[in-house]
């Protein structure tokens, strides 16, 4: 999305977190330093997202408690499958391969790294607090793209989205996703700290963001969701 759309939301959220958005630059100069550097077989496009995702149903798998369980009440097969982060583990354990996985390298990155092996998609997210570990995995990924939530550079795309699930919701409406159905999310968790439940708030918020934009638009994309 065009970064002017997204800068006041983002300066909004980095206001309430208490972020610093020269770390948050940092991380993404980082970041297009060490994707830029990779041969080109090394590295996803963007078209290699479009294709996966344009005009396709998309589900967007976040990880909680319930995953499992809301897998089996869909046929992950018809769809485009996008996971945040550490939903990529349970669905390796189940045998599903995810076609795009959004990710800022907290979650289980060996599951990670082995679906991206097997054609999954890396969209690794830079941001102020991981800039080690970007530096330290990065580098031995394959099939990977940047992106950040600042302004873009090469190879760091800003899709918008703050936490790893709602960037699977605004990579998919950015790319023109059909409809996009989500399941393992659980915004309202009560046995997380306060710093990740104010994060859920915020992706509870920018979700509605992107379902106001899509009830708004011409044709019928749609954003559908699973009880969350």
Known sequence: ??????EPLYLEIIKDMGYDRVQDE??????SGIISGMPSFRRASIRRLEELVRDRDV?????????KDEL???????????AADGAAAVLMDMGIVPHIIVTDLDGDV?????????????VVHGHGDNIPIIRSIVPGLCNVVGSTQ??????????????????????ARELEASTIVLIGFDFSDPHVN????????????????????????????GL????I
Not at 1 to 6: G, I, L, S
Not at 150 to 171: I, K, Q, Y
Request: aromatic letters at 8%; charged letters at 30%; glycine letters at 8%.
């Open 59 to 67: 589900l967007v798998c976040g990880n909680a408690p319930t995953l």
């Open 150 to 171: 600042t302004v873009p550079l090469a190879n760091v795309h800003n899709f918008g989205g703050f936490t790893d699930g709602d960037r699977c919701v605004f990579l």
């Open 224 to 227: 559908k969701s699973q009880p």
């Open 26 to 31: 940092e991380s993404a100069r980082v970041l």
């Open 194 to 221: 306060a710093t990740k439940r104010k994060k859920l708030e915020w992706a509870r918020k920018l979700i509605d963001v992107v379902l106001e934009d899509k009830a708004g638009a011409t044709g019928d994309r």
């Open 1 to 6: 999305m065009r970064f002017e759309d997204w």
């Open 72 to 82: 089996k009440e869909v046929q992950p097969n018809d769809f485009c499958v996008i």
């Open 110 to 122: 060996e599951a990670e790294t082995e679906a991206s092996q097997a054609g999954a998609v890396m």
